[in-house]
């Protein structure tokens, strides 16, 4: 969590829990994908392409495969030596956060209110287990649902998540669009079917609720296209190492 270092891809040890292994990081997938490029790389170019670009540039080529914008990366990163679960906890942006707790965590990373709502849009891609929402559907605030939930959409979810302890099951987080990387997920928020309470948050705010109802209008692709891009080159560039810190790692999931 220093920054754009790959101490996400570090594996556990009997001294330390990993970031990878943070509450909010039990959903990440693709660690196998990561690993085979990375071994291809270092066959090919051994001790030059650190984990940090590797994992970097398959962001982009995901977000491109789904049919999203293509941005450049700046490369020569290198890898940290250090990874703690405790730090991504307290760190990554809570689902269940408001706009002022969000604000901070994102500002803590030279990241403005504008990067906030546009890097939301990530959420037109894949889901999310039932913990990460299920408080919004049972007994919030001792009130039953989530009042800025859309009513018929909360009797969806139930039917997937029975309980606030359903691990097993899994929900879009772009209901029908998940897969495909586009501005349907601004319609969902504008019509209080976001998943997360940090989504229903962006309503709460005028600058980011104006963004949310301008790009779900869907006359505005190619500027949310530009947008994402321009804040995943920032998000890039947060905390990068380079030079004489830190290393290229020969395996992502463990430090040299």
Same mark, same amino acid.
């Given at each position: 969590?220093?920054? #754009?270092?790959? &101490?996400?891809l570090?594996?556990?040890t009997?001294?330390n829990?990993?970031e990878?292994d ?5 959903? =990440? ?5 990561v690993e085979r490029?990375?071994?291809?790389l270092?066959?090919? #170019?051994?001790?030059?392409? %650190?984990?940090?670009? +590797?994992l970097?540039l ?5 977000v +491109? ?9 700046? =490369?020569?990163?290198?890898?940290g030596?250090? &990874? ?7 760190q =990554?942006?809570?689902s269940?956060?408001d ?8 500002a &803590? ?9 546009v ?6 891609l ?9 408080d ?8 039953g649902v989530?009042?800025s939930l *859309?009513?018929e ?8 998540c029975? %309980? +606030? *302890?359903?691990?097993?099951m899994l %929900?879009?987080m *772009?209901?029908? %669009?998940?897969?495909?990387f586009?501005?349907s997920y ?8 976001g998943?997360?309470?940090s *989504?229903a948050? =962006? ?7 104006d ?5 779900? &209008? ?16 920032k998000?890039?560039n ?7 810190e830190?290393?290229?790692r020969?395996?992502?999931y +463990?430090a040299?």
């Open positions: 969590m220093g920054g #754009c270092d790959a &101490s996400v570090l594996n556990s009997d001294n829990v990993a990878r943070a509450k909010p990081n039990k959903s =990440l997938r693709g660690f196998g994908s490029v990375k071994a291809k270092e066959a090919a #170019c051994p001790n030059t392409v %650190s984990c940090a670009d +590797v970097t398959m962001a982009r080529d995901a +491109v495969l789904a049919k999203g914008p293509f941005w450049p990366v700046a =490369l020569g990163r290198r890898d030596r250090v &990874s703690s679960a405790t730090e991504a906890s307290n =990554l942006p809570p269940f956060g706009i002022p707790l969000l604000t901070k965590i994102f &803590s990373k030279g990241l403005n209110l504008n990067d906030l709502v890097l939301s849009g990530a959420h037109t894949g889901t999310a287990h039932c913990p990460s929402f299920a919004r559907l049972y007994n919030f605030s001792g009130n989530d009042p *859309d009513s959409y909360a009797d969806k979810l139930k039917t997937r029975k %309980s +606030v *302890d359903d691990k097993a %929900s879009e *772009d209901p029908g %669009s998940f897969k495909t586009d501005t601004y319609r969902h928020v504008a019509k209080r079917r998943l997360f309470q *989504d948050a =962006l309503l709460t705010d005028a600058t980011t609720r963004y949310v109802q301008r790009i779900a &209008s869907g006359k505005f692709d190619d500027v949310f296209f530009r947008d994402f891009s321009e804040s995943m080159i998000m890039g947060v905390g990068v190492l380079t030079g004489d830190g290393e290229i020969k395996k992502c +463990v040299n």
